[in-house]
């Protein structure tokens, strides 16, 4: 049995990593819990040349029609970020970049709208080193943010070529204000329901008149390209009031101003928003629900000290997180295993788990679309449904088949690796358990595991034997509920 | 034909005994008489907020045209199909023509203004108002949910959901909906084959049967693993079905022909729930043009709609087919900079089968943007609600359902003048 330390550990890897796989192990054995925080939170210091290691013998798999084209090609995008969570040294990064997609949800068929497709797609996923106008895309943007400061991240989805795609703010004109950025970034971004006015979306509208998008090079053409301009002759520059304080002095109307230096406008709305109570106590909720549990319900006093930390620090998140993995209420045994794993979060730390030797990444997406969770396809702005939502019976499914594809491509690695376990179905049994790492497993399910593990054969621990019984174990326990919650 | 049962006739299909789309007459009285009184009901959700005014226009309101110059559908183009109680003369989108047959054989109703007040511009509030049934309280159970809930312990196959995620609006403790977006893969797969598979499904049964009673969020999931178990045979029957139509490739129409299976190969299901998405047109709403947003909405939903209904038809299954689309919230009625509309307030519903009674209810808002216009609100920017769209699922559960929907709705919403079931 591992030592608490060691269990303490392992929920910090499932909550503030993605799981762990061997590689994990290796960095974070011997670590003590605030090393082994300090390495997540910290990751400036560790490579970022992950990418690089696509196509090598080794690493998980990709698989493209034609030549592995990330940028361009939605589905190699994809790839390219499940290989990154699965082999990035930086797993806190990876998981708070998830984090920041579902919160800002963004969906590719909208951004490619009316444009070329792989335009739409390098505007989600390009580095800047991959665009011709080294414009990164979103998520990339989101990635560079992760831990970063609030207000700096919402002025930069504000400008964000694919988030003014999104939300209509590339038609957001002086004649007809556009409200669906105001709208979302009131409701969604920042305060949340119940906490601006239909009149303050208007005025959020008026706010961003003018932050527009400008496009080079012809917008059909594949090498278009697609950045945020603010256009002054667009912007409607009269005072703007809200039910809420702008200014540190308490004032709520932005004044009016020279169209010219009309983009300030939304600087200061951004600024004023992200530093608000209400803005600072629902991303605590969010990040609460994220990272410490969802079927326990927090103490009011953890979020007020969570937002506390959150404006303290000018909303910079890394302080914010420390703080959080830092808390008891992180490290209570009591919420190890409480929050539903997202189907990104399940098949990563399935392949952390099981082994990808021979896998490939490509191998997930069907599977990923069927669990609900197409990654750059959110089902709107507010995100996925999180938690229980996950659970559909058509949604489990998805999940126990995809345990089975890579239980079954995972066949030869899987029976090798319990050879020295073959003694008996039990021992079997102990080896899969020990290795995929469930949440405890009652004594009935364990009688089943071990039933079926025996079931059908004079036990001799052949070879033939393992490659039927441990795959088939892998299958039954990455398919188990157990197994969906991190 | 006397010999052959219900059931056999559902197994082939009844296009073996027809290749055109409409089949004879004595077949679907044939499969009527022998069978097939379950009555269900679809919920059609067009997610987005779908735009009233361009679904269902008012093609002689000068207004539409003055506030509308960009996105109002020409009244030459428009499908006439009458004028409402008040007078107003109306008529659907031009990629509506599958619809306006149905109107004409009297199994189309369309119901105006339906809303409530104050109606939230929230996507997700409103969403959660019109699934819950509860302007106050939206984080409810379901309407749906609700009235599954009193008709005691169900299968999971009683609610059969074709979207990935459970539906707000069939939630209810102790409701298990069947979750079945694809009825291709919702299969069991193993990496072993023969013997050995059905020894791991056998195990995966019962592993979820073991409900852990101290951790209720596991047994959640449990709860589903064995949903999905109990089901799998069932609903690949319902993959096996033959339509008698062919439906669209897109996920409506597949969605569609999936509720159609389950119905043909009678397996209980009493609701069904079907969504179809895009309707959020702030910009590039675009009405008219052959690739105008717009026009693919109305398309798809025409095509996905008029397949489904001749299938059903075709099956005999009209008499217990009833659909009911809902969308949360109509849009604005002067169009946006971007020639689009923004989020409004009360829209059009629309019921479709063979117990509805068809035509036009309720009144059309004039468009007049006088602040004073009774039938507007938040000064004349938005169509007013005239029909609260509690009393249609009140119709719904009362008079289709058989349940009682004062005990569903938590009070009566009993409205006269929607005489449409």
Redesign the interface.
């Known amino acids: 049995m591992p030592a608490a330390g060691d269990e303490l550990i392992a929920h910090l890897l499932r909550r503030a990593g993605l799981g762990a796989g061997a590689a994990d192990l290796a960095a974070f054995g011997g670590l003590s819990y605030g090393e082994a925080v300090d390495r997540l939170v910290n990751y400036e210091g560790l490579p970022d040349d992950v990418d690089a290691q696509i196509g090598k013998p080794g690493y998980l798999g990709t698989t493209s029609r034609g030549p592995f084209s990330p940028d361009t090609v939605a589905d190699d995008g994809r790839q390219r970020w499940l290989f990154r969570m699965v082999h990035s040294e930086r797993p806190l990064q990876e998981r708070m970049t998830l984090f920041w997609h579902n919160y800002f949800a963004t969906g590719l068929s909208k951004v490619s709208t009316?444009i070329k497709a792989e335009n739409g797609t390098r505007l989600m996923v390009a580095k800047a080193s991959e665009d011709p106008a080294k414009q990164r895309g979103q998520i990339e943007m989101l990635r560079d943010n992760a831990l970063g400061s609030v207000r700096d991240l919402l002025v930069a989805v504000a400008q964000d070529p694919a988030m003014l795609r999104w939300?209509?703010g590339d038609?957001?004109?002086k004649?007809?204000?556009?409200?669906?950025f105001g709208?979302e970034l009131m409701?969604l971004f920042s305060r949340g329901?119940g906490f601006y006015t239909?009149d303050d979306?208007y005025a959020a509208a008026r706010v961003f008149t003018g932050w527009n998008l400008k496009v080079t090079g012809g917008a059909q053409s594949p090498d278009a390209s697609f950045a945020f301009a603010y256009n002054a002759n667009q912007h409607e520059s009269t005072a703007k009031t809200f039910s809420f304080p702008i200014y540190p002095n308490g004032s709520r109307t932005i004044p009016a101003r020279a169209a010219s230096a009309g983009m300030q406008d939304g600087l200061d709305l951004i600024t004023a928003l992200a530093s608000h109570q209400e803005t600072a106590r629902r991303l605590a909720g969010k990040l609460y629900a994220f990272f410490v549990s969802?079927?326990m319900p927090p103490d009011a006093a953890f979020i007020d000290e969570l937002a506390a930390v959150y404006l303290k620090n000018g909303t910079v998140m890394k302080p914010v997180l420390a703080y959080l993995f830092n808390s008891p209420q992180f490290q209570d045994p009591s919420v190890f295993f409480?929050r539903?794993a997202w189907p990104a979060e399940f098949v990563v730390r399935a392949l952390k788990e099981t082994g990808w030797t021979g896998f490939s990444a490509g191998t997930a997406l069907t599977p990923l679309v069927?669990m609900?969770q197409q990654l750059l396809e959110p089902?709107?702005?507010?995100g996925w449904?999180l938690g229980?939502?996950?659970?559909?019976?058509?949604?489990?499914?998805?999940r126990?088949?995809f345990a089975?594809?890579l239980?079954?491509n995972q066949?030869f690695n899987l029976a090798s690796a319990a050879a020295p376990w073959k003694g008996s179905p039990q021992m079997v049994v102990d080896y899969v358990l020990s290795r995929l790492t469930p949440?405890d497993v009652?004594g009935?399910?364990y009688a089943?595991?071990v039933?079926?593990a025996g079931?059908?054969v004079t036990w001799t621990g052949s070879t033939a034997q393992l490659q039927?019984k441990a795959?088939?174990l892998?299958?039954?326990v990455l398919?188990?509920?157990?197994y969906?919650?991190v | 034909m006397a010999s052959i049962t219900r059931r056999a006739f559902v197994k082939n299909g009844v296009a073996a005994f027809t290749v055109s789309l409409a089949a004879p007459a004595f077949l679907s009285d044939l499969a009527r008489a022998q069978g097939a009184t379950q009555r269900n009901l679809v919920v059609l959700d067009l997610s987005g907020g779908n735009d009233g005014l361009s679904f269902l226009v008012p093609y002689t309101d000068s207004f539409y045209y003055s506030r509308r110059p960009a996105l109002a559908v020409p009244a030459g183009t428009v499908l006439q199909i009458g004028s409402d109680a008040s007078g107003k003369a109306l008529g659907l989108h031009p990629k509506l023509a599958g619809l306006k047959d149905i109107f004409n054989q009297g199994r189309l109703a369309l119901i105006q203004r339906a809303g409530y007040q104050n109606s939230s511009r929230s996507h997700f509030t409103g969403t959660d108002i019109w699934s819950a049934a509860d302007p106050v309280n939206s984080q409810g159970p379901g309407w749906v949910g609700r009235y599954l809930s009193t008709l005691g312990a169900l299968d999971p196959l009683a609610a059969w959901n074709t979207t990935g995620d459970t539906p707000h609006a069939l939630e209810d403790a102790g409701v298990g909906v069947a979750s079945i977006p694809n009825v291709a893969t919702y299969a069991f797969q193993s990496p072993n084959t023969g013997a050995e598979a059905a020894r791991e499904r056998a195990a995966a049964s019962s592993i979820a049967s073991h409900v852990p009673v101290d951790r209720p969020h596991l047994a959640f999931v449990s709860a589903s693993v064995q949903a999905a178990m109990v089901t799998l045979d069932r609903v690949a029957s319902a993959g096996a079905y033959r339509p008698t139509v062919t439906y669209p490739a897109n996920g409506f129409g597949q969605a569609l022909q999936a509720v159609a299976g389950a119905m043909a190969q009678d397996l209980g299901t009493k609701v069904f729930y079907v969504q179809t998405g895009g309707f959020d047109t702030h910009a590039s709403q675009d009405t008219t043009s052959d690739n105008g947003a717009y026009v693919r909405l109305m398309t798809t939903l025409n095509d996905g709609l008029s397949a489904f209904y001749g299938d059903v038809r075709n099956q005999g299954l009209l008499g217990d087919t009833l659909l009911l689309s809902f969308s949360e919230f109509g849009r604005r009625i002067s169009e946006n900079g971007s020639k689009g509309t923004d989020h409004g307030a009360a829209s059009v519903m629309l019921a479709m089968g063979g117990g509805v009674r068809g035509g036009i209810f309720g009144t059309a808002a004039s468009l007049n943007p006088d602040p004073q216009n009774p039938t507007l609100e938040n000064n004349g920017a938005d169509v007013r609600y005239e029909t609260d769209f509690r009393a249609v699922y009140a119709k719904v559960i009362d008079n289709w359902l058989g349940g009682d929907s004062t005990a569903v709705l938590g009070g009566s919403f009993k409205a006269s003048g929607i005489d449409f079931v």
Not at chain 1, 390 to 398: I, K, R
Not at chain 1, 479 to 482: L, V, W, Y
């Open positions: 009316g939300l209509d038609t957001n004109t004649a007809k204000p556009q409200e669906n709208r409701e329901v239909e979306v969802e079927t409480t539903y069927n609900g089902p709107n702005v507010a449904a229980q939502s996950w659970f559909s019976t058509g949604a489990m499914l998805a126990m088949n089975s594809a239980a079954s066949k949440a009652s009935d399910i089943d595991l039933a079926y079931a059908g039927a795959p088939g892998a299958h039954l398919g188990s509920a157990e969906q919650f």
